[in-house]
């Protein structure tokens, strides 16, 4: 167990849906990262925050976006899915930005958009 | 652009050694990670380079040839739980951002 929490676990909704995933970081940590995994793909980032604060952004679509709570949870919003959008949802946390950086993943969330 | 080269499938017998390779072409670079992963389930850290060299972690060690641009993973006394796949990650800014590599899934028989 990595300490990172995400939910829901699994997902299954219909094209042109919007859906929100949520992560909690381990305890401390400052840093959310979100990744996608297709099956046909690895891993691909798509954005970084850090104490509430967007820092680094990858291939993330128009239609994703996501944000940094206050209290460090972050959520994932997927709109207008599509069927090229099911695939697992990473969330993984670090301390901060720079030293090792070594990410904590959580179990992810199964997207099946239908 | 980001280039990670890992070969996509290895297999290997119990308790032999197996190294899984990794070369990479990045516009930055601020250390490398490797991490493994079993289908379905979430990635785990097992190194972290960032200085040339060897770093030993019990029957896992991973090596980094930064001029080279290559790293590799090695696997000692293979088990069968060791059947995952193996990512290889490039930390390309120093705010944290990474590119991972499509894994090298590894198979241990018997």
């Known amino acids: 167990d990595s300490g990172v929490t995400q939910t829901p676990k699994h997902l299954i909704t219909a094209t042109g849906q919007r859906v929100t995933l949520r992560c909690s970081p381990r305890?401390?940590?400052?840093?959310v990262y979100w990744y996608q995994q297709s099956l046909d793909q690895g891993l691909q980032f798509l954005i970084q925050y850090y104490n509430g604060e967007e820092r680094a952004k990858g291939n993330i679509l128009e239609r994703f976006s996501a944000q940094q709570f206050p209290d460090l949870h972050s959520e994932l919003n997927l709109s207008s899915l599509e069927l090229g959008d099911s695939a697992l949802y990473f969330c993984?946390?670090?301390?901060?930005?720079?030293?090792?950086?070594?990410?904590?993943f959580g179990p992810g969330t199964r997207l099946t958009v239908l | 652009g980001q280039n990670i080269d890992q070969p996509t499938e290895m297999t290997a017998t119990e308790g032999a050694i197996v190294q899984i390779n990794c070369t990479y072409q990045t516009s930055g670079f601020n250390g490398l990670f490797w991490y493994q992963q079993h289908a379905g389930e979430a990635p785990t850290f097992l190194s972290y380079n960032v200085l040339d060299g060897l770093e030993e972690k019990g029957r896992f060690s991973s090596f980094l040839s930064r001029s080279k641009g290559y790293s590799y993973l090695l696997l000692k006394e293979l088990q069968m739980k060791d059947s995952a796949s193996y990512l290889c990650a490039v930390k390309v800014t120093n705010a944290g951002k990474s590119t991972f590599g499509d894994g090298t899934t590894l198979t241990v028989k018997p």
């Open positions: 305890s401390g940590d400052l840093s």
């Open positions: 993984a946390s670090s301390p901060r930005p720079g030293s090792t950086d070594t990410q904590y």
